[in-house]
Every structure is written in structure tokens, then in C-alpha cells.
């Protein structure tokens, strides 16, 4: 007995030491008086301040430890390939770091500020972006003219839609990052097609590469002209033998001396250094109408014409349309998408070395470019695109589910539809506020590559969930083509959104915890460069240092199993949130060591392991969008009525981070280790929970209820108010749909109750009304808010039917003679 005291005191004492990350002096001070407590033997005594000694003095440490680790290191970890290295260096990290520390800064985390358009901003998104909301029609746009109306394309260009983020100084908007997400959001809402028409210059188009690396010449000649809209920009990366290794293009250039005329002005250039290339790219976007091709190839200079590198590395450039040599026009077709999107190819197409973005300066380093800018655009546009279909869904399906009705109830009031509604709901909450939180981080100049891949990622997985649910609880009624569905060009879209801007799968399987262990890290990297330098100081600073953090994450992750973080620290004023903060500080020490012990079992197989890594990767995204919602939360305002809603994506996230650390464990192939860590990380067990039934069931009709939970949802949704008859304008019906339908809940009820006990005999719904008049049962006036209801439900509920041919559909809003049937 005395000596299981003996045991737990000592781990206790251990664990204590490590929580608090207790200088090594006290390590030996605490061992020595427990040593001396126990009467133990004076061997022990010295062995003890031994290792004291080696692991603080640091001499001792670098000769013995750190000089060992170093060769240790070597042999597991392989050194980074260039490209890995241009991807890790090109970002920067934020709050990520603080997930991956293993204990957030909440100080910190509370000094981020709320998002907030400039006045500029709002005006723009009030005025310009609702009344080119109102010039587009997503049915006529996909079915009928297979590409925006052309008062929409030069709506765009004279209103400055292409140059949201060009500088001020050249003519453009200067908007942040927010007013950029939230416009592309609001005209996704309405038609992703002109959504992607004005977000791809915007994002990948050259405008944002010229503005970081341009040379002054080539930012002065295209900058004012993107802003204009005189240039529509391409960015052409993607080849048919590199998609996702984009890297690992076959397109060339060979650095030459040759003649070029300039399709700009015409003039003539002879014997001008410049490059040759050959390329062939595809699924290019604006590639059919681009005025100016943003190109990534491979450079090379076997003659040394550029300096003494042969291999000079990807490198991109600036083709103006009509180039000789470039092939463009034609178009692809994107799963029924109609936004321009086409092939582009070129042989032996010579151009000038001033094409190249940045010019010489920047040969080679085109790879790096495309990283950084690619981090800033994969946070923007598809998170903003999927946040406008969950709100789409929320808000449509909200009010479908209270219009449409089976077994004599709404269709939310069933449990099963109430599920699916509550998801929807949870979901786009928990895309709006990552979204919002990663914003804060762009327009504070940082480029979170890490964060953008986890929204990436997350954002359009949760907007492929929100759709398909909504599809299911619209039935027949979104399955069925048309002007009056809402859905289809959103269900369609879904597998663009998950490919392009690196494909899903290998954003889970490889980006998020792959470059999060090197990038979030506080150490790792730092001891991958001593080790490529063989710096025996700067390895042994990073690997104390590392050492330290996987103790202090060990005996937090096994505290903190116990307590579910209670007594940790939470940022001031969150009140009933507060539990969530703190089962965030548990789950953020239990990934980082679990991280570590990814990286202690693996070593550089890790890398391959890719299954382990996705789920490290979902842990630490969904403890990410988790600080998000808390986040969002409190900037809203902690408002009682969207308690339900963020509580439901709080504990959702949480239960999938937990969960992907279990599934972890369970595939970890060291079992050894695996039992070590399920034993640290989870000492009594799982500690958290999927949102129960009854709290789904609020959510949903939280939702349905359409008070002040849904405006913020749908606050940057285009909702047209329009006459509810207008076909081609399903939206505008739902909402009047809905009020006239609650309003009349009662009295339908009382119709019904007088149906069932015969008072009413008639046979058909509007014999029904006119007997229940004359009955004194309902008045006149009633009746007729009863017919307004039902006119209103059938529009909603009518789904298209065309000629024969399909060539036509039927414009009538509904058949009057049905519409009364209920
Ligand atoms: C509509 C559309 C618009 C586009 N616009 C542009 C544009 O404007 N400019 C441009 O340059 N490109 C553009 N692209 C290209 C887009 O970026 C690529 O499609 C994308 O990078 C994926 O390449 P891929 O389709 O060839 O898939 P592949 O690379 O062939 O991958 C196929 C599947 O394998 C998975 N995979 C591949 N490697 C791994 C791995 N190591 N681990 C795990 N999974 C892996 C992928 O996740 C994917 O699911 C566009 C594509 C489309 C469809």
C-alpha cells in the first residue's frame, strides 16, 4: 500500500513538474526532497541529479543528448525537397500555432478584433453587388445563355468588380479581404457563375501576383487596366500531367535571344533576350475570354544567358492575348457550370524576359509566388462560396420546412427533417465564423497557408453536407430542374468547389497536419534547418525547447483527460461558453502530443501515412473552427437566441476533434505507443459528446422561427423582394410563404378539426372554405387569408414542366384551379 503512495506521489510530483514546465534546477530540488522523503537509496540520489545535470547544464546537454538526437534526427527525417521548402516558407502562421501549441493564448486570442466593412465597403455591397445580384439570373445563366448576360459582364468591368483588391493608387477598389469574401458571398448566393467571373481575377488572377512581385513598369501598364476591366486576367498552372503535383509541370521555357512583335501596340522587337516556351494547360478559368495569361512554367537557361543556373525553376509570366503562338478560345464545361473556363496552349512561343512577373529578378521563383498568393485566395474565395451555399440552404430550407407539408405537420416538425435542418444550420454557422476569424488574420498581412488549407478544406465539405441535406429535405421539389430550383446550380457546383485550389482529398491527407507539424510547430522546423546546417547549438536551443513542450503537453493532455479542462484559463467575459474554451484547451495539449507521437512512432514515414495524418489534420482544423464559433459568438454579442446554434457547432467540432484523435489511436500501427497515448490523452475515457436530439431540435427551430438567428445567418445572402409570383424568382416567395403560413396555422387547424368531425362536407378545399363561411367557422376575411396562404404555399411547392422538347417551361406561377387543394 505505502508503496503505491509512494508510486502516484512521485508521478504526481512528475506530472506537476511538467504541467507547469518547471526549470530544471526545481526538477532536481523536487526529486532530491522526494528522494530524500522515501529514504531512498543514494545511488538513486545521484543517478537523479545526473540526468538533472546533463539536461540543464548546457554543455553537458549539447555533448551528450542534443549531439545524439542531431544524428538520430538525420537518419529519420528526410531533408525538405525545394518545393516542400517554398511551401513552408511562404506562409505565416496565427492562431493555428497557438492550436498546435497545445495551450492557446486566450489573451491573445481576445486582442483579434471583430470584422468590420469601412463604409466604402458596405455602400459597395448595398448598392453595386445587389443591383448586379439583380441583373443575374442563375436559371438563365446555366440553362438558356450558357454564361452571364453581357449587361452583367459590362455591369462588372465599369463598376470596378474586377479590381476589389488593386490598390487605390491604380485605380482599384483597395477593399480588405473581408469586403472581397463578402461580396463574392453575397453574388454567390444569387449566381455562382458571376460569383467565380468576378473572384478569379480577384484571387488567382495576376492582379494580386503583380501587386506583390510586380516589376513598377508591368503594375503601372496592367494594373489601372485590370482595375478598368480593359484586361480580364487567367492564371494557367494546371496541366493535363500535373494537377495536384502542380509542381511537377512538363511546361518549359528555354532562355534565348529572338525576335517578338507585341500584340500590345504592334511594334516589332529583334533579337531581344527572352524565352521560349511550350506549354499546354487546361481547366483554366477565364482562359476563353482572357486578355492577359498568367503562365507557370519551368525555367531553363542551358546557355547561361541569365546567370550560371541551368535549372531555373517554375517562373511565371505575362502572355497579352494575341501572342503569337497562344492558343486560346475554347471552352470546357464544368459539371453544367457555364463560367468561362477553357483550354490554353503555345509552341515554342517566345516573349521577352520583362514578361516575367517581377521580372529577372524573379525567375525561378515563381513556385514561392503562387504559394503565398494562393494562401491569401484559398481563405477568400471557396470559404466565401461555401458560406453563401450554407446560407442558401439555411435560409431556404428553414422556410421550406415550414411551408411544405406531410402527415398533416411542417416538415421541420418532424425529427428526422429537424436532424438534417439543425446540421445545415451548425454547419454554415461554423463556415461563416472560420471564414470571419481566418479574415482577421489577412487583414492584419498575414498569409496563414495553414488556416487557409484547413477552410479550404472544411468550408467546402461543409457546404457539400449543407447542400445535400437540403436537397433531401426539399425532395422532388430540388431534384426536378428548372427556374423554380433553387438548388441545382449549388448541388452542381459542389465538385469544383472540392477540386480546384488543391482537391480535397490531399488537402486533408497531406496539407493540413503535413504542414501544420512543420509550420505550427514552435521547434520543428527550427530543428530541421540546424540539421541541414549541422548547427549543434541551434539544434540543441529548438530540441530542449521541444522536449520541454512534449513533457508539458504529456502531463496537461493526462491532467487535463481527468478535469476536461476544467480550472484553465478562458478568455474574460464568455460565461456559459466558458466550458467549451476549456474542453478546447484539453483537446489542443491531447493533439499536439499526440502529434509528437505521430512523429516519435512514424518518423519521416509519416509523410506516407496518410490516413493518420488526415486525422491529426481533422483534430486540430476542428478545434480551429471550434475557437472560430466561440469567437463569433461573443463578437455577436453572446445574443440568447443563437445560443442553441453555437453550442450545436461548438460541441460538433469538438466531438470531431476528439473523435479523430480515438480513430488516431485505434490506427496507430505501434500499438505500444498507441496504449501510451490513449492512457495519457484519454485516462477515463472519451469526454465529449455529439450535440444531442433536443439541442438539434432547437436549432432547428431557431431556424424556423426566422427571428434574429436567421438574419445573421443570412446576412450577406441576396434575398430578391420581389412579386412572389415572379417564376423566375423562387426566393422571393418563400419568406411572405411563411408568415402567411403561420398566420393561418390555427385556422387551418380549425378547418381540419371541423373536416373530422363532419361539420364540413364539401368535397373539394374551396367548397370546404365557402361552407365553413357560411357556418360562421371562419369569417370572409379569413377565407381569403386563407386562399393568399395556400396561393402562396403552391408557389412555393410547384416545380417546372416544360414542352416536350424541353425547349419551354410553364410560366403560369400555379394552376388557380389546384392551388387551393392542400
Ligand atoms: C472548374 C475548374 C477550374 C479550374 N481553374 C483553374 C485555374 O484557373 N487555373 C489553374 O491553374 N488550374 C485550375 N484548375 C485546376 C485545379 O486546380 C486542379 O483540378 C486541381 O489542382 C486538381 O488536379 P486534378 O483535377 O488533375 O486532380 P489529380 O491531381 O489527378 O487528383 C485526383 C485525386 O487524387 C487526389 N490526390 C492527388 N494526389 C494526392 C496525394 N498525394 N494524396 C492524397 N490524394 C491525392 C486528389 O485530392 C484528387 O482527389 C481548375 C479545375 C477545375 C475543374
Same mark, same amino acid.
Given at each position: *500500500?505505502?508503496?503505491?503512495?509512494?508510486?502516484?506521489?512521485? &508521478?504526481?510530483? +512528475?506530472?506537476?513538474?511538467?504541467? &507547469?514546465?518547471?526549470?530544471? =534546477?526545481?526538477?532536481?530540488?523536487?526529486?532530491?526532497?522526494?528522494?530524500?522523503?522515501?529514504?531512498?537509496?543514494?545511488?538513486?540520489?545521484?543517478?537523479?541529479?545526473?540526468?538533472?545535470?546533463?539536461?540543464?547544464?548546457?554543455?553537458? @546537454?549539447?555533448?551528450?543528448?542534443?549531439?545524439?538526437?542531431? !544524428?538520430?534526427?538525420?537518419?529519420?527525417?528526410?531533408?525538405?525537397?525545394?518545393?516542400?521548402?517554398?511551401?513552408?516558407? #511562404?506562409?505565416?502562421?496565427?492562431?493555428?500555432?497557438?492550436?498546435?501549441?497545445g495551450q492557446p493564448d486566450w489573451h491573445k486570442f481576445?486582442?483579434?478584433?471583430?470584422?468590420?466593412?469601412?463604409? !466604402?465597403?458596405?455602400?459597395?455591397?448595398?448598392?453595386?453587388?445587389?443591383?448586379?445580384? #439583380?441583373?443575374?439570373?442563375? =436559371?438563365?445563366?446555366? /440553362?438558356?445563355?450558357?454564361?452571364?448576360?453581357?449587361?452583367?459582364?459590362? &455591369?462588372?468591368? !465599369?463598376?470596378?468588380? /474586377?479590381?476589389?483588391?488593386?490598390?487605390?493608387?491604380?485605380?482599384?477598389?483597395?477593399?480588405?479581404?473581408?469586403? /472581397?469574401?463578402?461580396?463574392?458571398?453575397?453574388?454567390?448566393?444569387?449566381?455562382?457563375?458571376?460569383?467565380?467571373?468576378?473572384?478569379?481575377?480577384?484571387?488567382?488572377?495576376?492582379?494580386?501576383?503583380?501587386? /506583390?512581385?510586380?516589376?513598377?513598369?508591368?503594375?503601372d501598364y496592367y494594373l489601372p487596366r485590370l482595375a478598368k476591366g480593359i484586361e480580364i486576367p487567367c492564371f494557367a498552372l494546371t496541366s493535363p500531367y500535373a494537377g495536384s503535383d502542380a509542381g511537377a509541370i512538363p511546361d518549359f521555357g528555354v532562355v534565348e535571344r529572338g525576335n517578338y512583335t507585341d500584340p500590345r501596340t504592334g511594334e516589332k522587337h529583334t533579337d531581344v533576350l527572352?524565352?521560349?516556351?511550350?506549354?499546354?494547360?487546361?481547366w483554366i478559368t477565364l482562359a476563353p475570354v482572357a486578355t492577359v495569361v498568367g503562365l507557370a512554367f519551368k525555367l531553363k537557361d542551358p546557355d547561361g544567358l541569365l546567370g550560371d543556373k541551368a535549372d531555373i525553376g517554375i517562373t511565371c509570366a505575362l502572355l497579352p492575348k494575341g501572342t503569337k503562338g497562344l492558343v486560346q478560345g475554347r471552352r470546357h464545361y464544368p459539371n453544367n457550370s457555364p463560367f468561362m473556363n477553357g483550354p490554353i496552349s503555345g509552341k515554342d512561343v517566345f516573349i521577352p524576359v520583362d514578361w516575367i512577373i517581377g521580372g529577372v529578378e524573379y525567375a525561378g521563383q515563381g513556385w514561392r509566388m503562387l504559394m503565398e498568393c494562393l494562401s491569401i485566395g484559398r481563405c477568400i474565395s471557396l470559404p466565401a462560396l461555401s458560406a453563401a451555399k450554407g446560407a442558401l440552404c439555411s435560409y431556404t430550407t428553414a422556410a421550406y420546412s415550414g411551408i411544405r407539408h406531410q402527415f398533416g405537420l411542417p416538415l421541420g416538425k418532424f425529427e428526422g427533417v429537424d436532424e438534417a435542418l439543425s446540421r445545415i444550420g451548425g454547419y454554415t454557422y461554423q463556415m461563416q465564423a472560420s471564414q470571419d476569424l481566418a479574415l482577421v488574420a489577412l487583414d492584419n498581412g498575414e498569409k496563414p497557408s495553414v488556416i487557409s488549407a484547413i477552410l479550404k478544406y472544411h468550408s467546402t465539405e461543409r457546404s457539400r453536407k449543407c447542400v445535400n441535406d437540403a436537397m433531401d429535405i426539399h425532395g422532388g421539389r430540388a431534384v426536378v430542374t428548372g427556374p423554380r430550383n433553387y438548388l441545382a446550380s449549388a448541388y452542381n457546383s459542389i465538385p469544383i468547389s472540392i477540386t480546384v485550389e488543391g482537391a480535397n482529398i490531399l488537402t486533408r491527407s497531406m496539407m493540413i497536419f503535413g504542414q501544420g507539424a512543420f509550420r505550427c510547430h514552435r521547434y520543428t522546423l527550427e530543428e530541421i534547418y540546424a540539421m541541414g546546417e549541422n548547427d549543434l547549438d541551434r539544434f540543441d536551443a529548438a530540441f530542449s525547447g521541444h522536449i520541454k513542450q512534449i513533457l508539458r503537453n504529456k502531463a496537461r493532455s493526462f491532467v487535463l483527460g481527468i478535469t476536461n479542462g476544467a480550472f484553465t484559463n478562458v478568455p474574460a467575459d464568455v460565461g456559459k *461558453?466558458?466550458?467549451?474554451?476549456?474542453?478546447?484547451?484539453?483537446?489542443?495539449?491531447? $493533439?499536439?502530443?499526440?502529434?509528437?507521437?505521430? *512523429?516519435?512512432?512514424?518518423?519521416?514515414?509519416?509523410?506516407?501515412?496518410?490516413?493518420?495524418?488526415?486525422? +491529426?489534420?481533422?483534430?486540430?482544423?476542428?478545434?480551429?473552427?471550434?475557437?472560430?464559433?466561440?469567437? @463569433?459568438?461573443?463578437?455577436?454579442?453572446?445574443?440568447?437566441?443563437?445560443?442553441?446554434?453555437?453550442?450545436?457547432?461548438? !460541441?460538433?467540432?469538438?466531438?470531431?476533434?476528439?473523435?479523430?484523435?480515438?480513430?488516431?489511436?485505434?490506427?496507430?500501427?505501434?500499438?505500444?505507443?498507441? =496504449?501510451?497515448?490513449? #492512457?495519457?490523452? &484519454?485516462?477515463?475515457?472519451?469526454?465529449?459528446?455529439?450535440?444531442?436530439?433536443?439541442?438539434?431540435?432547437?436549432?432547428?427551430?431557431? *431556424?424556423?422561427? $426566422?427571428?434574429?438567428?436567421?438574419?445573421?445567418?443570412?446576412?450577406?445572402?441576396?434575398?430578391?423582394?420581389c412579386d412572389p409570383k415572379i417564376v423566375e424568382e423562387p426566393i422571393a416567395a418563400l419568406k411572405p410563404a411563411l408568415d402567411a403560413i403561420n398566420a393561418t396555422r390555427e385556422l387551418e387547424k380549425m378547418l381540419r378539426k371541423a373536416e373530422r368531425s363532419g361539420e364540413l362536407t364539401g368535397f373539394g378545399p374551396s367548397e370546404r372554405l365557402d361552407e365553413a363561411v357560411e357556418k360562421k367557422i371562419i369569417t370572409a376575411e379569413e377565407r381569403e387569408q386563407l386562399i393568399a396562404a395556400r396561393e402562396l404555399m403552391r408557389i412555393v411547392i410547384t416545380v417546372d414542366d416544360f414542352d416536350i422538347n424541353l425547349s419551354d417551361y410553364n410560366t403560369d406561377p400555379f394552376d388557380s384551379k389546384l392551388f387551393l387543394a392542400r
Open positions: *500500500m505505502t508503496w503505491i503512495v509512494v508510486i502516484v506521489a512521485f &508521478f504526481a510530483l +512528475l506530472t506537476a513538474l511538467s504541467y &507547469f514546465s518547471a526549470p530544471v =534546477w526545481l526538477w532536481a530540488v523536487a526529486s532530491v526532497i522526494a528522494l530524500v522523503v522515501i529514504n531512498a537509496h543514494w545511488i538513486l540520489l545521484l543517478i537523479v541529479l545526473a540526468i538533472c545535470a546533463v539536461g540543464g547544464i548546457p554543455a553537458l @546537454r549539447k555533448k551528450i543528448i542534443s549531439s545524439f538526437a542531431l !544524428e538520430k534526427v538525420k537518419k529519420v527525417i528526410p531533408p525538405l525537397s525545394s518545393t516542400e521548402q517554398a511551401a513552408i516558407d #511562404a506562409g505565416t502562421v496565427w492562431w493555428d500555432a497557438e492550436i498546435y501549441s481576445s486582442s483579434f478584433p471583430a470584422p468590420k466593412l469601412t463604409e !466604402e465597403e458596405q455602400v459597395f455591397l448595398d448598392g453595386p453587388v445587389e443591383e448586379l445580384c #439583380a441583373l443575374v439570373n442563375d =436559371w438563365r445563366v446555366v /440553362h438558356k445563355d450558357r454564361d452571364i448576360p453581357q449587361k452583367a459582364w459590362e &455591369f462588372i468591368k !465599369e463598376k470596378g468588380f /474586377h479590381s476589389l483588391i488593386i490598390k487605390k493608387e491604380y485605380g482599384g477598389k483597395g477593399f480588405s479581404n473581408l469586403a /472581397h469574401a463578402k461580396i463574392v458571398g453575397k453574388l454567390a448566393t444569387r449566381c455562382g457563375n458571376t460569383a467565380i467571373t468576378v473572384m478569379i481575377p480577384n484571387s488567382v488572377g495576376p492582379g494580386e501576383l503583380l501587386q /506583390h512581385y510586380g516589376t513598377q513598369e508591368q503594375c527572352g524565352i521560349r516556351i511550350t506549354f499546354e494547360k487546361r *461558453m466558458a466550458k467549451y474554451y476549456q474542453r478546447i484547451n484539453r483537446l489542443s495539449a491531447a $493533439f499536439a502530443f499526440s502529434g509528437e507521437t505521430a *512523429m516519435a512512432s512514424l518518423g519521416g514515414s509519416l509523410k506516407f501515412r496518410e490516413k493518420l495524418s488526415a486525422r +491529426l489534420g481533422d483534430a486540430f482544423s476542428n478545434l480551429f473552427i471550434a475557437s472560430a464559433v466561440l469567437k @463569433r459568438f461573443t463578437q455577436d454579442g453572446s445574443p440568447d437566441s443563437d445560443f442553441p446554434l453555437a453550442t450545436w457547432a461548438v !460541441e460538433d467540432s469538438l466531438f470531431n476533434a476528439e473523435n479523430a484523435l480515438v480513430e488516431f489511436i485505434d490506427n496507430l500501427p505501434s500499438r505500444p505507443f498507441a =496504449w501510451s497515448l490513449k #492512457a495519457i490523452i &484519454f485516462p477515463i475515457g472519451r469526454r465529449c459528446k455529439k450535440p444531442s436530439d433536443s439541442l438539434g431540435t432547437e436549432v432547428s427551430r431557431t *431556424m424556423m422561427a $426566422f427571428g434574429d438567428t436567421m438574419d445573421r445567418l443570412s446576412q450577406y445572402m441576396y434575398i430578391p423582394t
